[in-house]
């Protein structure tokens, strides 16, 4: 996720004015500022005698994958993923996407100076929650999303995370990869192109950085896992496809809210049929599938 830093600038200069969308810019601007006045730096956090042992070995992985990632891959050399937070939830923001019920395209939220972005993004499960309820009540499709990790594209020093612990070291190491490409080159307003060089980025640094662990046997299984991916993005966006045909169809409202019903029951059985295709379980299909499939979803 990327998080827009303007938000911190708008919020300032609108806090004195009236308006639900100055109340969602002041919460966002409070949240990253709680986050990054908790910065410490990793090297201080190792040498406290307090750390926990799981904390500390994850720790010393990232300052060494944050170190190569500069040295080697010639990867932006700043404070970003040199400093830690420990977020003490299972989430640093909660992300809302909506879209209509008859489109798969997300409804877009404009600031002065921020911007436009398709989502909301809350520090506050529970101002997310209120948030998608009203949306809903309001005829959206609407999809909630825990985000353990975002980026601000280098305007602040951007710390890891606690929430990003759970990942393994390989994908780890390959986030920050990928978050630095965006600071060396990033776009405006060309996300398929931003995100295609990150990537790429990604896939050659971590590739480089396991064998400079000598653990290139790790390297077929991260592909395997990427394959894995992309093969879940592909039926999603079939699915969405064919939603986006339907609805431009024409047809009358009972019959597409009909056909759509039978598409998104179909793409829950894609699902678990991919998962006994791949031969392996991927936690991330049964959150998908407990949210329930929506336009929001695929938006």
Aim: glycine letters at 6%.
């Amino acid at each position: 996720m990327l998080f827009c830093p303007r938000a911190l600038l708008t919020a300032l200069l609108f806090a004195t004015l009236p308006g639900c969308g100055t109340t969602y810019l002041i919460q966002a601007a409070s949240g990253e500022w709680h986050v990054l006045r908790a910065r410490k730096p990793i090297d201080a956090v190792l040498a406290d005698p307090h750390t926990p042992q799981t904390v500390r070995d994850r720790l010393t992985e990232v300052r060494a994958a944050r170190d190569f990632a500069s040295r080697e891959l010639k990867l932006p050399d700043n404070r970003s993923y040199r400093s830690y937070v420990d977020i003490d939830r299972p989430y640093v923001v909660w992300n809302v996407v909506a879209a209509p019920e008859f489109s798969v395209n997300p409804k877009r939220w404009c600031f002065p100076i921020a911007g436009c972005v398709a989502y909301r993004g809350y520090f506050s499960e529970r101002r997310a929650r209120a948030f998608a309820a009203g949306l809903a009540k309001r005829g959206f499709d609407v999809a909630l999303a825990g985000v353990p990790a975002y980026s601000t594209l280098g305007k602040f020093a951007d710390p890891v995370l606690s929430t990003m612990l759970r990942y393994g070291p390989d994908e780890l190491a390959a986030i920050i990869f990928h978050e630095l490409a965006h600071q060396l080159l990033y776009v405006a307003d060309d996300t398929e192109f931003n995100e295609a060089f990150a990537v790429t980025v990604e896939d050659a640094g971590l590739e480089r950085w396991l064998r400079f662990n000598g653990q290139a046997d790790r390297i077929e299984r991260y592909r395997q896992e990427r394959a894995r991916d992309q093969a879940f993005i592909e039926l999603l966006a079939r699915t969405r496809a064919r939603l986006a045909r339907l609805y431009a169809s024409g047809l009358p409202a009972w019959q597409m809210r009909a056909s759509k019903g039978e598409m998104l029951a179909q793409l829950a059985t894609d699902i678990r049929q991919l998962e006994q295709h791949q031969g392996v379980h991927v936690s991330v299909y049964d959150e998908w599938l407990a949210e329930g499939l929506n336009n929001a979803q695929l938006a």
